[in-house]
């Protein structure tokens, strides 16, 4: 998938925005990566972030660890740029950290996915394909300027059927 292109690696509470052809990877556990796209464009970017939402905004130092706060960076971005047509991937939310009782919905992963899904929902923009919970992490491979990913699901440590 998109073996030539230039690969960028995102590390916890980073994002990347690109105009141009290139694959972006992440890896995951309660994280998630929300991957937005115009086709038409060729356009994408994607984030890893740690976190549902923060209380207050920055403006001038947008802390990407945060879920609202990526999104509407990442949108704005993008259409600035030129892209109207955004619709958006959502890939992690693992229940790897339970804070509370999986039955509650409330693990770091079930928090993240919902923020991910109002915040899409908040800027108008098309959730097309999900695959987030479980019990496992993720490793995404995405390519911004047309909206194909690569997921793989990761190994439970001390799982011997993985």
Do not use: W
Request: hydrophobic share 45%.
């Amino acid at each position: 998938m998109g073996e030539n292109l230039q690969t960028v690696i995102l590390k916890p509470a980073e994002l990347h925005v690109a105009f141009s052809p290139c694959r972006i990877v992440t890896v995951l556990g309660s994280c998630v990566a929300v991957c937005l796209y115009d086709e038409q464009e060729e356009a994408g970017a994607m984030c890893h972030c740690i976190f549902p939402e923060k209380a207050e905004v920055v403006v001038d130092r947008p802390d990407f660890s945060y879920v609202d706060v990526a999104v509407r960076h990442m949108a704005a971005r993008l259409r600035q740029g030129g892209a109207v047509d955004l619709r958006a991937k959502l890939f992690g939310g693992a229940d790897v950290i339970e804070i509370y009782p999986r039955q509650t919905n409330r693990t770091v992963g079930a928090r993240n996915v919902a923020a991910a899904r109002q915040a899409l929902m908040q800027h108008g923009i098309a959730l097309v394909a999900q695959r987030t919970g479980g019990l496992r992490g993720y490793r995404v491979a995405f390519l911004p300027h047309c909206g194909r990913v690569s997921l793989s699901l990761l190994e439970r440590r001390g799982d011997p059927n993985g």
